[in-house]
């Protein structure tokens, strides 16, 4: 049973009311994020897969997420994909892939947690595209509610730093102050254990 207990029935409403930009977020990682044998990381019920799917039909598609309820309303939805009840910090599946992507969930990580992860998606692709929730360059600017308890973020300078230590290049961009999405590209091949 995961902590993450969000109400999959309402699950998009609930995003909608609370995370101003969630469709914006979405459309800009579909749009970065092209790969014909994806790694996503907390799948949830599925709302960033579809999105990409609809761009890319046909994609092999792996998701985790600590939720067994989520997963299943995703599998209602995505028959094809192998959707794994598994924790972001636990080993991930054998690769490669040539696309990890992740929404709305890395930053449940602390810092430490998320470098780690960054290190460990390069063992496995080349390409990962994240869009998530992050501390404001200016407090004021913040709207997402953050209760520093389930939601941990980073800043975008920091999770830049991270990425680039685990030999990612990589783009950032703002949705909105508080919602950013990193597109990052290794060229020197897969890095190995
Ligand atoms: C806000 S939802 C985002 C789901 C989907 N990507 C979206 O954008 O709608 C966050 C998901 O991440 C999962 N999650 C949070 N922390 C996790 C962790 N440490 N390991 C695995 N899954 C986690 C939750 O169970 C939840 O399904």
Do not use: C
């Not at 969930?105 to 470098?115: E, F, Q, T």
């Amino acid at each position: 049973m995961s902590e993450f207990e969000w109400d999959p029935d309402i699950f998009l409403a609930t995003m909608l009311g609370e995370i101003p930009g969630y469709e914006e977020l979405q459309d800009a990682v579909a749009a970065a994020a092209q790969g014909w044998n994806v790694l996503e990381l907390g799948t949830g019920t599925g709302e960033t897969a579809v999105r990409i799917l609809a761009r890319s039909p046909g994609a092999r598609w792996t998701g985790i997420d600590a939720s067994e309820a989520m997963l299943e309303h995703a599998r209602e939805r995505l028959s094809d994909a192998d959707l794994r009840v598994q924790r972001l910090e636990d080993p991930l599946p054998e690769g490669p892939f040539d696309l990890v992507v992740s929404v709305l969930a890395v930053h449940h990580l602390d810092g430490p947690a998320k470098r780690d992860l960054f290190r460990r998606i390069t063992e496995v692709s080349d390409f990962f595209v994240l869009g998530d929730l992050v501390v404001a360059e200016r407090a004021e600017d913040a709207a997402i509610e953050i209760d520093w308890v389930m939601d941990l973020p980073s800043t975008v300078p920091e999770q830049i730093a991270w990425l680039e230590e685990a030999g990612f290049e990589v783009e950032a961009s703002y949705v909105r102050p508080d919602l950013a999405v990193f597109v990052a590209r290794r060229t020197s091949g897969l890095a190995t254990t």
